[in-house]
Antibody, heavy 116, light 107 residues
Framework: QVQLVESGGGVVQPGRSLRLSCAASGFTFSSFGMHWVRQAPGKGLEWVAL????????FYGDSVRGRFTVSRDNSKNTLYLQMNSLTTDDTALYFCARGSRELDHWGQGTLVTVSS | EIVMTQSPATLSVSLGERATLSCRAG??????LAWYQQKPGQAPRLLIYGSSARATGIPARFSGGGSGTEFTLTISSLQSEDFAVYYC?????????FGGGTRVEIK
């Protein structure tokens, strides 16, 4: 069955960087676009980024464009999110999800806390 | 960016009753709209895509409709496991955007 497992979250100071990973299994990873979506504590869902199945196209939400970079390694079935210049507004549970447009499978998320 | 507005913010419904949730797009998204269910402590789950197509394994009591700027999610007869937060999401244009959610609670 499809499994997505995020890792790499933690507590980080404002202005610093963090890289999240999402390990995929149970499907042909290289055939699917992949997303990052975040959810601040007690808030709704915010779409962060998409990378196409082959990594040739990337799209970003307005609040992270220029600071975050999505990438993938299809040989390792792994999705990444490099987050730079973090602010307290980036504190959230970060989910990875499969899909090109609609998101049909989600991981359980990894928590990122930006605090001094 | 296309703003998605959901109403009501909270819907109180009795078991077995019908629930109708609304989602409005700031501009036309054609039928490029999905609905998700999220229970406390869990990841969201895809319910509906293409405005009206049920995702794999989703019960028939869930139905979606609409196109352009006005969409609805209907749960025909609320079961105990349906009490959750529901989000709409447009995928007609970048960036993808979610609505603020509707919480369905027990009346």
């Amino acid at each position: 069955q499809v499994q997505l497992v995020e890792s790499g979250g933690g507590v980080v100071q404002p202005g610093r960087s963090l890289r999240l990973s999402c390990a995929a299994s149970g499907f042909t990873f290289s055939s699917f676009g992949m997303h990052w979506v975040r959810q601040a504590p007690g808030k709704g869902l915010e779409w962060v980024a998409l990378i196409s199945y082959d990594g040739s196209n990337e799209f970003y939400g307005d609040s992270v464009r220029g600071r975050f970079t999505v990438s993938r390694d299809n040989s390792k079935n792994t999705l990444y999110l490099q987050m730079n210049s973090l602010t307290t507004d980036d504190t959230a549970l970060y989910f990875c999800a499969r899909g090109s447009r609609e998101l049909d499978h989600w991981g359980q998320g990894t928590l990122v806390t930006v605090s001094s | 960016e296309i703003v998605m507005t959901q109403s009501p913010a909270t819907l109180s419904v009795s078991l077995g009753e019908r629930a109708t949730l609304s989602c409005r797009a700031g501009q036309s998204v054609s039928s490029n709209l999905a609905w998700y269910q999220q229970k406390p402590g869990q990841a969201p789950r895809l319910l509906i895509y293409g405005s009206s197509a049920r995702a794999t394994g989703i019960p028939a009591r869930f139905s979606g409709g609409g196109s352009g700027t006005e969409f609805t999610l209907t749960i025909s007869s609320l079961q105990s496991e349906d009490f959750a937060v529901y989000y709409c999401q447009q995928y007609n244009s970048w960036p993808l955007t979610f609505g603020g959610g509707t919480r369905v609670e027990i009346k």
